[in-house]
């Protein structure tokens, strides 16, 4: 069956630390996406892709970092730079063009804390 | 800023009622919204996609578009505990080239037994 792969589900970040979060998808889906949720505070867009080696900034990109080497991988890396970083992260992808239509499908998360 | 509000929350309703949820967006522009549930400690499902004026119904579910005046609205009909969730509007307040959706905060749902 497709789908998206978020690992690990939960994830312990010590202070000054680089983490990151893992997310695959086999459905073919061209563009990739990562949110952010705090409780009360809805989905918050990190970072987003819509080809292989290229991705734009969302509302909230300061002290991520992302890559997109393959069409079927968006790991995102929570670095030390990132003060706040305890929440739940969703990955998400859609096919280029049809998300109008179409909208996202998630992965199942990765919760981070910061301990 | 181009925003999406969900204002009214948390919702309370028996079993068997109608439940209503509002959503308004900032960008009259947009031209695709989408209604997502999300139980607690879970990712969002999409639920019902609309971008024709008007009603589209699927099973209990109804959402309800209005371009005028840029709301978008879910009814879920004789609602059951297993409804009890938080429900996201989202839209598509960027379409073109670098499309992506904005989400609203969400409204949490509690259906009473």
């Known amino acids: 069956d497709g789908g998206i792969t978020q690992s690990p589900k939960y994830l312990f970040r010590k202070e000054g630390q680089n983490v990151t979060l893992s997310c695959e998808q086999n459905?073919?889906?061209?563009?990739m996406y990562w949110y952010r949720q705090d409780p009360g505070q809805g989905l918050r867009l990190i970072y987003y892709?819509?080809?292989?080696?290229?991705?734009q900034k969302g509302d909230i990109a300061e002290g991520y970092s992302v890559s997109r080497e393959k069409k079927e991988s968006f790991p995102l890396t929570v670095t030390s730079a990132q003060k706040n970083p305890t929440a739940f992260y969703l990955c998400?992808?859609?096919?280029?063009?049809?998300?109008?239509?179409?909208?996202?499908?998630f992965g199942s998360g990765t919760r981070l804390t910061v301990v | 800023q181009k925003e999406v509000e969900q204002n009214s929350g948390p919702l309370s309703v028996p079993e068997g009622a109608i439940a209503s949820l509002n959503c308004t967006y900032s960008d009259r522009g947009s031209q695709s919204f989408f209604w997502y549930r999300q139980y607690s400690g879970k990712s969002p499902e999409l639920i019902m996609f609309?971008?024709?004026?008007g009603d589209k119904e699927d099973g209990r579910f109804t959402a309800q578009l209005n371009k005028a005046s840029q709301y978008v609205s879910l009814l879920i009909r004789d609602s059951q505990p297993s409804d009890s969730a938080t429900y996201l509007c989202?839209?598509?307040?960027?379409?073109?080239?670098?499309?992506?959706?904005?989400f609203g905060k969400g409204i949490t749902l509690s259906v009473r037994p």
């Open positions: 998400a992808s859609s096919r280029t063009g049809h998300q109008d239509n179409y909208g996202y499908t």
């Open positions: 892709s819509q080809i292989v080696n290229d991705f």
């Open positions: 609309i971008y024709s004026n």
């Open positions: 459905l073919n889906h061209d563009a």
């Open positions: 989202a839209v598509n307040l960027y379409p073109g080239a670098n499309s992506k959706l904005t």
